[in-house]
């Protein structure tokens, strides 16, 4: 009797993984395809062609003594954006790497995707491409939500612990889908 009641409580156990397998799986169906996609986006981004991520152009030299100013660089940046971009885009700089074993600035302005990449030595435009990667790392990661919402973070925060647990969520009743069954006719021998 005690093999017969380990039976149905497995039984039992693998009806409800399976059910809450399946319901989570239809419920978040869509946010695991986004997250999916734009994860795979996201990992072959250097591998485009410079369609998602331009490729990293290399300067004359790493030594920094050798470079123009990051006021002047900067200058020649916001010039440049306007000359060769678009003149009605915003010219604020959100971020700027520096590649110094490159020899290049990268500068990423704010309220668009345009990257404008410099020689640091000599203050040449390299590259001046779009980074689509910023825009698909924001939906991958849900920031895209935040700033639409103005949640300052929050939006993001529930989005990735949730989809982080549904994840977990999924692998623990996956795993007990294909394990269960095993466990279970092994009881029953």
Known sequence: MTKQRSRVKQA????IFRK????MGAFL???FFIVSVSGILLGAKKNTGSFILPETQSGQTSNFEEWKSIAVLEQIAQQTL?????????????RMDIR?????????FEKH???????????????????????IENIHDGSIMDDYLGTGGYFKLI????????????????????YGPKKLRKTGR
Do not use: C, N, P
């Open 100 to 108: 110094k074993e490159k020899g290049i600035v990268k500068f990423l």
């Open 82 to 94: 306007k000359d060769s971009v678009s003149s009605s885009l915003s010219s604020d700089i959100d």
């Open 20 to 23: 809450i397998h399946r319901t």
């Open 29 to 31: 169906f869509v946010f």
């Open 12 to 15: 039992r156990i693998l009806r």
């Open 113 to 135: 995707i345009h990257e404008i990449q410099l020689d640091g030595a000599t203050g040449e435009v390299l590259s001046i491409g779009q980074r689509r990667s910023d825009v």
């Open 159 to 178: 989005y990735s612990v949730g989809m982080g647990i549904a994840l977990l969520v999924f692998t623990i009743t996956g795993f007990w889908l294909w």
